[in-house]
């Protein structure tokens, strides 16, 4: 496959604005997605975080699978919350993989018991 060389100066140019400009969008962009700093995150911010919508975000909320509070009129989200929801999320997956495996043991042993019965054990 063919590689394309794009610069800041052809993608500048291709945007309309000045090489600079763009620069500092991509600064600005770049900090506000992985600013560690912050402690309450909007919907969107809480969304790229754990990549997927923000309509899924909203549901979540919803659902009181996500912690968030109000804040005047806005929703925030806590960043802590976010650890939080995946290790919920986490542990549910791995509880019912447990559940399914012990169910497969509890049949394994009574199939055994029946057999070794008909066997006269």
């Known amino acids: 496959m063919p590689q394309i060389n794009l610069t800041a100066a052809h993608i500048a140019e291709a945007l309309g604005v000045t090489e600079d400009r763009l620069r500092e969008v991509l600064a600005v962009t770049t900090r506000a997605a992985h600013d560690p700093t912050?402690?309450?995150l909007t919907p969107e911010e809480a969304a790229r975080r754990l990549g997927v919508g923000r309509t899924t975000v909203y549901a979540l909320i919803a659902a009181d699978e996500l912690a968030s509070?109000?804040?005047g009129n806005r929703r925030r989200i806590p960043a802590e919350s976010l650890g939080d929801f995946l290790a919920k999320r986490?542990?549910?997956r791995f509880r019912t993989e447990l559940d399914r495996l012990f169910s497969q043991v509890r049949y394994g042993v009574v199939v055994c018991a029946e057999e070794l019965s008909h066997r006269g054990f």
């Open 38 to 40: 912050l402690v309450a």
């Open 69 to 71: 509070v109000k804040i």
């Open 90 to 92: 986490l542990r549910r």
